[in-house]
Each structure stands twice: as structure tokens, then as C-alpha cells.
Nanobody, 123 residues
């Protein structure tokens, strides 16, 4: 199991930017895919973005394409989510996730979760 710790959340006005970071407790090798989910108040957790185990492919929810960029540094055991042009609908708790297999968008397929970091975007 991989322990994950998110950081970088905060409050920002619409149009602003934030960079989320996720630190892994172990070296998430080339066999681990990682990603981000978010949960808005009263809503279910939804897939935001993911990066496949070989770091060769990425995926984004349609709602964040062109605004968010995911990246990882395996040597530093870190993953990042650069969020630009933020909108109020991006508000929620953002979770870092990991799985020892290929990237998937189904929330139930990710066994390892961080505690989450709050992102609040005001209009």
C-alpha cells in the first residue's frame, strides 16, 4: 500500500491558478499509475486527471481539459496538478490516488487515497 499526502490547496478567485502536490511514501515505480479525484459538497467523487504507470499517457476529465496539467517525478516520489483558469465549479476536496496497474477513471479501481486538500474558487 502507498501512503499519499496532498498539499497546495487553498482559496483563489475565478481565473486564478493553484498547483497541487502529492507526496508518496514509497517510490511509486513505473508500475504505478497515479491520479486526482475531487469531491464537491453534496456530490460524488469524480475523476479529474491521471497519469499512466509508464508516464507516457495522461487523461483528463472533459471539464478540466486545456486548463489542468498533470505531471509526476518518480525519482522524487511526487505528482503534481497544475490548475489554471480556475472556475467556481472546480471547488472541492482534491484527492491523490494510486494503483499498481493501468490508469482507470473508475473511482472504485483506486485502492490508495490521500486525505485530500481543499480547493475553493470564488466568483
Amino acid at each position: 500500500q502507498v501512503q499519499l499526502v496532498e498539499s497546495g490547496g487553498g482559496s483563489v478567485q475565478a481565473g486564478g491558478s493553484l498547483r497541487l502536490s502529492c507526496a508518496a511514501s514509497t517510490r511509486t515505480s513505473m508500475t504505478y499509475s497515479m491520479g486526482w479525484f475531487r469531491q464537491a459538497p453534496g456530490k460524488e467523487r469524480e475523476f479529474v486527471s491521471g497519469i499512466n504507470y509508464n508516464a507516457g499517457s495522461t487523461a483528463y476529465a472533459d471539464s478540466v481539459k486545456g486548463r489542468f496539467t498533470i505531471s509526476r517525478d518518480i525519482a522524487k516520489k511526487m505528482m503534481y496538478l497544475q490548475m489554471n483558469s480556475l472556475k467556481p465549479e472546480d471547488t472541492g476536496v482534491y484527492y491523490c490516488v494510486a494503483r499498481a496497474s493501468q490508469l482507470k477513471s473508475d473511482v472504485y479501481l483506486w485502492p490508495d487515497w490521500g486525505q485530500g486538500t481543499q480547493v475553493t474558487v470564488s466568483s
